[in-house]
């Protein structure tokens, strides 16, 4: 039996939905916690990610989002098999590579790339532009037509930098144009899917939309899936067709943009949106729901039973606290719009009658100020 893998070559849409290129079913990664001397021994784990679905179509785009710590960027790192998976299965084009040796993933590794989220740190900056960007096709004896120098020089135009600077170091770049390289470094094998943990986070403000519209430029023009990382809900509103929302480590919710921006059923996923900071122009009458969590997110050592947002939630009740909530279809959604939640919202956004502040302090402080 051979020990590579071997793809099936990707076959067309079927009755307009796209044909599923990955597949994520109970993904879980546990750290575990050493304690004990002088022989240490286990004494718990982190439970960054516990039993995640995801799927990605051919050409998708899919935005992960969520507050920080809930385990999306593990997510990314356990999909392009940088991290080992505790227990769960990850199908790429029709082929299991949840435990798939390093000789296995060489046919993977190239159609499956990452940008990381700092552009300082994911470079070498020892290595010139040119390096960064032709390494992996040497790696992978990729020779394209014209040589590799003429290959980097086209990428870098195609990210938007001058081809001249093939030869510079990473220290003589600002922050978005390193990770324009990085872009350009993770295209350079022609990959089916990409990972973008988070790629704009550690950039200006004003620099952020070049780089999320340069990503949509690759997506549209190459038909790249990605699998878009991102705690901004603009920002991933804007780039994504379909959304995830995470929350210590679990999907609580899933379904198109539309759907999750418009009639989100979650009540996780009303409070983020309500934190959204958005633009009221004057003819606008429509008020947004406000909500006001209180606390922080619950440690993944030690996490609630049952819904894990229950801790943090307006509408708990007993049956949170005993029996975890499967992420189903419920009434009023569409098929593809699943949410994890016993007692879930309206499928509204609008303003609610009395304004959700379970913030003690900040209740007080608003109480004083009427």
């Known amino acids: 039996m051979s020990d590579k893998l071997t793809l099936p070559k990707p076959q067309g849409p079927v009755d307009g939905a796209a044909e599923t290129l990955l597949s994520v079913e109970g993904l879980t990664k546990h750290f575990p916690i050493y304690g004990g001397f002088p022989i240490k021994r286990k004494v718990g784990a982190v439970q960054a990610v516990d039993g995640v679905d995801l799927s990605v179509g051919v050409g998708e785009s899919v935005g992960l989002v969520g507050e920080s710590g809930c385990g999306k960027s593990t997510t990314g790192r356990l999909i392009t098999r940088l991290l080992e998976p505790t227990a769960g299965k990850i199908t790429y084009a029709g082929q299991d590579i949840s435990h798939a040796s390093r000789r296995q993933l060489a046919p993977v590794r190239s159609e499956i790339q990452m940008i990381f989220q700092d552009p300082y740190s994911s470079l070498n900056p020892r290595q010139t532009v040119g390096t960064i960007i032709k390494s992996p096709m040497e790696v992978n004896g990729i020779n394209p037509k014209g040589g590799i120098e003429k290959r980097v020089r086209e990428l870098l ?141 619950p440690s993944p050592i030690h996490p609630p039973s049952g819904c894990r947002f229950r801790t943090r939630c307006w509408k708990a009740q007993d049956k949170c606290a005993t029996t975890e909530p499967p992420l189903v279809q419920i009434s009023g959604n569409s098929a593809n719009h699943l949410t994890a939640c016993h007692f879930p919202e309206d499928p509204t956004t609008e303003a609610r009658a009395e304004d959700i502040v379970l913030d003690p302090a900040l209740a007080a402080l608003e109480k004083e100020g009427e």
């Not at 770049?173 to 990972?195: D, M, T, W, Y």
């Not at 480590?249 to 059923?265: F, L, T």
């Open 157 to 297: 135009e195609l990210v938007g930098l001058n081809p001249e600077h093939y030869n510079r170091f990473p220290h003589e770049f600002s922050g978005g144009q390193r990770q324009r390289i990085g872009v350009a470094r993770a295209l350079s094998l022609n990959p089916k899917l990409i990972v973008a943990d988070e790629p704009v986070s550690a950039l200006d403000v004003s620099i952020q939309a070049q780089v999320v519209n340069l990503l949509q430029k690759v997506q549209e023009e190459m038909g790249i899936a990605f699998l878009f990382i991102a705690h901004d809900l603009a920002i991933v509103r804007h780039f994504s067709q379909r959304l995830a929302v995470m929350y210590l480590g679990k999907v609580v919710e899933v379904g198109d943009r539309d759907s999750i921006y418009n009639r989100p059923r979650h009540p996780y996923t009303h409070a983020l949106l309500s934190a959204v900071p958005e633009v009221t122009l004057d003819d606008e009458t429509e008020d947004r729901e406000r909500i006001r969590l209180s606390g922080d997110v």
